[in-house]
């Protein structure tokens, strides 16, 4: 984006979550644009989430420009522009002590980010229902070969396609607004490639949470997207006294400054970041199932330290836990939004 256009749409790129939402529809998922104005097929797209495949098409034939309009107004309303930057990443390493086997905390280094557009809240589960009804499951361009068979394994409590705690192919209605849990990395990713979008990776997703906090006149990290201090008001942990997903509607107070909910608490986030464990020369790491990265802490994060910008955790990639979710993205680079016409939409 721009240099310019970027601080010309201050609406889009930072607009304030939606934060008018009512609390007693709490429950309700956040609202998909319509347009009934738009083709049929524009149509479908954009009520699916899939505006991603408009501005970035696979087969590099570009769509119409008011095509190209209307995918910008939905991306506007459901995703936040990330500027690039530097983050600094930490991890750990293994090594013995008197103790025995300990993790140390270490600070990995510098890495640049390019700008992306990020999910403001995490993929619900009203969204990822469109995507098994979709077939999404049955669609084996979505999924590696060498998991196909796991797929036959990803199924809800009744044996039915989808997550682990849903019942006859679709979630209760009351967490229709909560993200989305008991989905592995694969199928995160499927979802993510559906709607023509990709799992962030680490150092996207800590840019996200620490660029519009971190002071001008340091370079230093904020811990949270609101600041250094934690707050059990703005973000699902133990602390906050839930001790179960909440909808994607609450805990707004941790907002970042571009409207990006709940990159704290709530759920870990799935990353498009492999999990590597460093150690020191006496001790040997073996690592039986690829890892990937998980960020941001869930409702039952216990330690404040587990729930910060710069913490980590990983799990494998198979594992389809109550506590982890995901939030998608694509690249802003080489992307000139435009089009800011009033379009006639509809909330559904």
Sequence with gaps: ?????????????????FSSAK??????????????????????????RQYAHIVRPADGIAFDPDSLRYAWKAIDHDMAYVPGGDVTLCGEYATTSEEGFVLVPQVVGNSQTDSIYLDRWCVTNADFQRFVQAGGYENVSLWPEQILASVLKFVDKTGQPGPAFWENGRPAKAIAAHPVVGVSWYEANAYAQWVGKRLPTSAEWQRAGTWGSTGSDSLKESKYPWGNSFDPQFANTWASGRHQTVSVHECQGGNTPNGIRQLIGNVWEWMNTQYLLAATEEITVHMTDPMAEVRGGAFDSYFHSHTTCQSRSAQTLLARKNNVGFRCCFSAEGLDPHGDEELQSADA
């Design 1 to 17: 984006m721009p240099f310019a256009t970027f601080f010309s749409r201050p609406l889009s790129a930072f607009r304030a979550s």
């Design 23 to 48: 609390p007693d529809a709490a429950a309700a998922a956040p609202p998909t644009l319509d347009f009934p104005g738009a083709p049929p097929d524009i149509r479908q797209l954009v009520r699916e």
